[in-house]
């Protein structure tokens, strides 16, 4: 927390679920640095409640602090809509980096006015503003960061990403397991390719990461 202060942020710690909710009941906060696994009321839970309370159109920012090498627990932790996450052991400064810019993005996000126009590409259309997407005319069912993944490669067709590149264009980590973007690549092409095993839009540029072909031949 002292790290916080130095960084000019004000910041309360509770020791669970159930003081986290009492403190934010008082002091609403601006972000969130939650654990998963907190004693009595769980983080997911927390993260619900405090979103639920919160009367704005862009939610309430959270990190997630998750156990080391846990791939279950991150995408877990992700698929709630947590903004980002950290694993455990962490440094301090980590931390704050990470807070300062997650709370940049929460700003921009809300500084935002612009309704981007749905896009389609072949049978597939991704309506961002609505967080809607319908492939054939059947909408898909997407978690937070499987939509957001989507979106983004939709919009760029064509172009090969690194997996660090989407990590930082699609979420603005500038931290983060590389490993997460093949996870939510592999969820997407078993929702929206016809042969997930042989992908025909969201292919593999081998060496350098993914692409999104509009037209696949």
């Not at 309370?53 to 080391?68: D, G, K």
């Not at 995408?75 to 810019?101: C, I, M, N």
């Not at 929702?191 to 993914?210: F, H, I, M």
Request: net charge negative.
């Amino acid at each position: 927390m002292d790290y916080l202060s130095h960084a000019g942020l004000e910041s309360r710690h509770a020791v669970d679920g159930a003081a986290a909710l009492e403190i934010a009941a008082t002091w609403p906060p601006d972000l969130v640095v939650l654990d998963l696994m907190l004693p009595g009321v769980s983080g997911l839970e927390v993260c619900r409640r405090l979103r639920e309370r919160r009367n704005t159109s862009v939610p309430l920012p959270v990190i997630m602090l998750t156990a080391l090498g846990e791939e279950s627990d991150r995408v877990v932790g992700l698929e709630s809509g947590a903004d980002d996450y950290v694993t455990k052991p962490f440094s301090p400064r980590e931390l704050t980096l990470r807070v300062q810019a997650v709370l940049r993005r929460a700003r921009a996000d809300e500084a935002t006015v612009a309704v981007p126009e749905p896009v389609r590409s072949g049978p597939l259309e991704v309506d961002v503003a609505a967080r809607r997407a319908r492939l054939d005319g059947r909408e898909l069912e997407l978690t937070v960061r499987e939509f957001d993944l989507l979106a983004f490669f939709v919009s760029h067709p064509g172009r090969a990403f690194t997996r660090a590149e989407l990590l930082e264009q699609v979420w603005g980590w500038s931290f983060g397991d590389l490993s997460t973007i093949t996870v939510y690549v592999r969820r997407l092409r078993d929702k929206v390719e016809p042969e997930p095993a042989s992908p025909a839009q969201l292919q593999t540029v081998w060496g350098v990461g993914y692409r999104w072909d509009a037209s696949p031949s």
